[in-house]
């Protein structure tokens, strides 16, 4: 066989070995690792670590549910994964933090969430807990007196880079923002108008798959706004609420992130049963949003009211095969779309509030 013909078949190899490889679950790619310098290398690479993230995004089976708990008696915190093959789900403890009781994390982004202590004591990382490596981030922020920070991560799939987002307030101002590129070294303001810089945020970042963040922010005493950062442009924008029958009922407005785009989640106040959920439909500058659910909520469990479901309002995590997870009141419950939660089943039961998010195990490191 002549040397280019050689060549030629030695890359064909390669490129179906990746591709094999890329199918292969994070974890058990982390144990291949070890078996010889090749495969070390080709699962290290940058190419191949973005291959495997595409692969295990097309398998929804494959999503790894996991629990934060922070356990202020004996001053620490954990983060557990849900072995999810049988219910009731089992704890599968993942990392602990002693004397950390106010850690806080961001919800993920391509298997990674920002680390961070509530009153900033200690650096703030990305962190993997797949691969369980953290990388700090510079802390040279662009403004002091910094109080009420938040942090967020994302991924742009046109520039092709992460960033993390920093919120927080000062002494002039509800509201302010800088980003940060992640494997850069400083951190840049984001320009807020005087309008939304009066509001106070109600939740952490939600990152979607086209490259947005967005929050849910005080309009005044009786209103909620959603804003919107488009991560390559650094833009902050207002996005307006669904058109809602009967906008006058309250109820406890929830942003959360499923199958890669941002969901509304409204449990209300009079139908404290009920909860309806709406789909944002990003196309270019366009925003649509579309009703997709309005779901009955189970039974509470013995001795628990009404009002904690009202003080934590239910928060839906994932879709998968006409079933809705959510987390509501110390527990996780599958609701079956097409009866519209009429058929239910709890497949975790805790003893003390956690926060709950679905990650795809991934390999991305920095």
Avoid at 219 to 240: A, G, W, Y
Avoid at 243 to 268: F, P
Wanted: some cysteine; glycine content about 4%; charged content about 20%.
């Amino acid at each position: 066989m002549s040397e280019a013909k050689t060549m030629e078949t030695t890359e064909l190899l390669s490129d179906l070995f990746m591709e094999i490889l890329s199918w292969i679950p994070a974890k058990a790619l982390l144990k291949l690792r070890c078996v010889c310098k090749c495969w070390y290398s080709i699962t290290t690479d940058l190419i191949f670590v973005q291959l495997h993230l595409q692969k295990q995004q097309l398998l929804p089976e494959v999503a790894s549910i996991l629990i934060f708990h922070r356990h202020f008696i004996d001053d620490r915190s954990l983060l557990s994964r849900l072995d999810v093959v049988n219910a009731p789900w089992v704890e599968k403890h993942v990392a602990v933090w002693h004397n950390r009781p106010m850690l806080v994390v961001s919800p993920p982004c391509h298997g990674l969430f920002c680390l961070y202590h509530i009153f900033m004591e200690f650096d703030v990382c990305l962190y993997n807990p797949t691969t369980r490596k953290s990388f700090s981030l510079p802390q040279n922020f662009t403004s002091v007196n910094i109080y009420l920070s938040d942090f967020c991560v994302g991924y742009h799939p046109v520039s092709r880079q992460y960033k993390v987002i920093h919120t927080f307030g000062t002494r002039l101002t509800s509201l302010a923002m800088e980003a940060l590129t992640v494997g850069g070294s400083t951190w840049r303001k984001v320009e807020v108008s005087s309008a939304i810089a009066m509001r106070a945020l109600l939740n952490r970042g939600r990152p979607s798959a086209s490259g947005t963040m967005y929050w849910l922010a005080h309009k005044n005493v009786l209103e909620e706004i959603i804003l919107s950062l488009d991560l390559d442009t650094e833009r902050l924008t207002e996005v307006p609420f669904p058109d809602i029958k009967h906008r006058h009922q309250r109820g406890n407005n929830s942003l959360i992130e499923m199958e890669g785009t941002i969901h509304l989640a409204i449990h209300w106040f009079v139908e404290v049963d009920w909860m309806d959920i709406w789909m944002l439909q990003e196309s270019g500058v366009h925003r649509v949003w579309i009703h997709r659910f309005h779901l009955h909520m189970c039974a509470l469990p013995t001795g628990v009211g009404q009002v904690e479901r009202v003080l934590h309002p239910p928060m839906p995590l994932l879709i998968n095969q006409g079933k809705i997870l959510i987390s509501d009141c110390r527990r996780l419950v599958y609701y079956d779309l097409p009866s519209k939660g009429l058929q239910h089943e709890v497949v975790f039961d805790a003893c003390d509030y956690f926060f709950a998010f679905v990650i795809v195990e991934s390999l991305v490191s920095f």
